[in-house]
Nanobody, 125 residues
Framework: QLQASGGGLEQAGGSLRLSCAAS????????MGWFRQAPGKEREFVAA????????YYADSVKGRFTISRDNAKNTVYLQMDSLKPEDTAVYYC????????????????????WGQGTQVTVSS
């Protein structure tokens, strides 16, 4: 089970940090990712991190502003979001999947096996 938290209302230019805690099993061997979905739009990839933490991928729209990290001892993955923009407004979902190797193809949400319930992020202009 994945539990996302940390969403809220923030002004443009501000920061938020999302957390996703995995329970019921260790996330140690699983790649972890964040996706988001705005009203009327499809779910889109935001960032992903390999099980070891040594490989990360970001969507071009968030590169340089968002940072994904993980703490395997706490079974938790984080998404630090800085320089927020109104277009970042969406429900953010964490996801996990077992894969031998994280690759850019994991931007495809169908490759992720487990999903959290989502947390709302709203950025005002």
């Amino acid at each position: 089970q994945l539990q996302a938290s940390g969403g809220g209302l923030e002004q443009a230019g501000g920061s938020l940090r999302l957390s996703c805690a995995a329970s019921g099993r260790s996330s140690r061997s699983y790649n972890m990712g964040w996706f988001r979905q705005a009203p009327g739009k499809e779910r889109e990839f935001v960032a992903a991190i390999s099980w070891s933490g040594d490989t990360t991928y970001y969507a071009d729209s968030v590169k340089g502003r968002f940072t994904i990290s993980r703490d395997n001892a706490k079974n938790t993955v984080y998404l630090q979001m800085d320089s927020l923009k109104p277009e970042d407004t969406a429900v953010y979902y964490c996801a996990s999947t077992y894969s031998a190797k994280l690759s850019p193809s994991h931007a495809n949400p169908t490759l992720w096996a487990y999903w959290g319930q989502g947390t709302q992020v709203t950025v005002s202009s």
